[in-house]
């Protein structure tokens, strides 16, 4: 009889070193719910007081756009005319703009 191996769901753990600074992807554990999915990467990413926060998210929750949308999803925008900022007056007095 072959022994089957379930680890639980794959997580994907994103990590803030610093409050205020953004958080950044550092791995993956397994866990069977996001109680132990948050104590596994805790464990795994933080041994060292390396964070001051943590994300844990299902990777199977993750979306992307492929190299093949790449081009058709970032294209430049140089039509829509009013998303320049040239395309605005500027009140006077308005500072920091």
Not at 14 to 20: D, I, M, S, V
Not at 32 to 58: C, H, M, Q, S
């Amino acid at each position: 009889m072959e022994a089957k191996e379930n680890q639980g769901e794959l997580w994907e753990v994103f990590l803030q070193t610093k409050p205020g600074q953004a958080f950044k992807h550092v791995g993956s554990v397994h866990a069977f719910d996001k109680n132990l999915a948050i104590e596994n990467a805790r464990d795994v990413y933080t041994r060292r007081g390396e964070g001051t926060a943590l994300w844990v998210v299902p990777s199977k929750e993750i979306v992307a756009v492929t190299a093949n949308e790449a081009e058709y999803f970032f294209e430049a925008a140089d039509e829509k005319i009013y998303r320049h900022p040239t395309f605005y007056s500027m009140p006077e007095g308005v500072k920091n703009m």
